[in-house]
């Protein structure tokens, strides 16, 4: 969300302005030289927009939080031209790929903004500047933190670990990779702190304690601690929580909001030339497959009636032209999440009671009958729905497949091996860091 003013702008100009001579030679870890840029409760919000828009950066709108994941699965074929994310598409990613390296690049900027942030605040000499507002800033830089983080552990795993800004050209920027549970500690804790001092309890466009708590029940599913995933998504529920009476879409918790003026193009990447599309991506067979006969979420996640080719929907904006002024959110996570993780995680405590009426809840919510989850079936079934229920948000598909350990069975009729559960680090930082390894089984 990009709330743009004169100050915001005049610290965008001085932040990218020192930023953009060193962006390509020190890739992914930017520099922000811009030590007084905040230095004022002004200051310290606008720097905060600057956060939230470096989210909405091009590199990251499609291709980073969305598309790459989507092509790297069973979701969505690459329909487009682009020879890096042709790669993905047929699962056979190279070093070199200048796509990933954008978004690599672009996430660490995200963090490298944030880092800034979460420094500079605490020293700002304002009376005014009140401690819970002070408070309300950091918790916000670090949730936008963990939130990179877990997309890049989630995908490249073993990944460097960058908790200070940084702003020099020495040997600071060559950092080793950590391990994966030390991302995650990062990412708990960070989440953690947004849960009790980001001051907004709820609402979809901004970073919530609501939406904190739901991101910590994410990252304990998928480390596998069912137990701490279901008091997560519990907290943020609540016990009688009923999904059927919200509708479809509408259940979001958090989600990257967009306007007119800082529109995306996502209506022109998921959209059919017969509406002035690009169609870089499109459905996969088995995701068209996948739906059963009367699930409402079928029209509402593709359509494969009004166009040339099967096209997904979720960013439907096709009448707004090709500007990049769709207003299309991307939703980060949904209520409907948090209703499978306590399905999934009763499941694994053997509770199918609470599992079955739980994970029902999505079911009957989309038009079909109940099903019985037991101890035979209730991992393919649970994602089975979440690949219907999410098709085309995010990357919790090849996410899913991975952390239950289907996705060599699924995928590999595509392709798919045990090195593809780990991308190659891009090859321009491994050759730019002297620390840094390239991830192995990487097609060097």
Not at 27 to 52: K, M
Not at 96 to 101: L, P, S
Not at 363 to 376: F, K, N, Y
């Amino acid at each position: 969300m990009k709330l743009f003013n004169i100050i915001y702008v005049g610290l965008v100009l001085l932040i990218l302005s020192s930023c953009a001579e060193l962006e390509g030679e020190l890739a992914p870890i930017n520099s922000i030289p811009a030590t007084d840029a905040i230095n004022s409760a002004v200051t310290a919000n606008a720097a905060l927009n600057g956060l939230y828009s470096d989210m909405q950066d091009g590199s990251l709108v499609f291709d980073g939080w969305l598309g790459l994941g989507q092509f790297f699965s069973d979701e969505a074929d690459a329909t487009g031209t682009f020879p890096s994310r042709l790669e993905y598409g047929n699962l056979n990613v190279f070093p070199a790929n200048g796509t990933a390296a954008n978004v690599f690049t672009e996430l660490y900027d995200v963090i490298n903004v944030a880092n800034n942030i979460i420094a500079r605040v605490p020293l700002v000499e304002e009376e005014t500047f009140k401690q819970d507002q002070r408070d309300d800033v950091v918790a916000q830089a670090k949730f936008v933190r963990a939130q990179a983080y877990l997309q890049l552990v989630t995908l490249w795993q073993e990944v460097p670990l960058v908790t200070q800004p940084t702003s020099d050209v020495g040997e600071v920027l060559n950092v080793s990779k950590s391990s994966v549970a030390d991302i995650y500690a990062l990412i708990i804790a960070d989440f953690t702190e947004a849960s009790t001092k980001v001051l907004a309890t709820s609402g979809p466009g901004v970073a919530s304690q609501e939406a904190a708590n739901a991101f910590l029940a994410r990252a304990a599913l998928y480390q596998g601690r069912y137990s701490d995933a279901s008091s997560k998504a519990l907290q943020v529920l609540g016990s009688d929580f009923d999904l059927t009476t919200i509708p479809y879409l509408s259940d979001q918790i958090y989600s990257l909001q967009f306007t007119p003026s800082d529109g995306n193009t996502l209506n022109f990447l998921y959209g059919p030339s017969d509406f002035g599309g690009r169609y870089s991506i499109g459905p996969s067979r088995t995701l068209m497959a996948a739906f059963e006969q009367g699930d409402i979420r079928r029209a509402l996640t593709f359509d494969d009636q009004q166009a040339s080719v099967p096209f997904g929907v979720k960013y439907p904006s096709f009448d707004s032209g090709i500007s990049g002024t769709a207003t299309d959110p991307i939703f980060f996570i949904r209520h409907a999440e948090m209703v499978l993780i306590v399905a999934e995680a009763a499941a694994e405590a053997g509770d199918f009671d609470m599992a079955n009426r739980w994970y029902n809840q999505v079911r009957l919510r989309a038009g079909l009958d109940p099903v019985i989850l037991d101890a035979s079936n209730y991992v393919d079934l649970i994602l089975q729905e979440r690949f219907v229920e999410f098709a085309f948000e995010g990357v919790q598909r090849l996410v899913d497949l991975r952390r239950r350990g289907k996705a060599e069975e699924v995928l590999g009729p595509i392709g798919y091996d045990s090195c593809d559960d780990v991308w190659p680090l891009p090859q321009r930082d491994v050759d730019r860091n002297t620390n840094l390894q390239q991830n192995d089984c990487c097609n060097c």
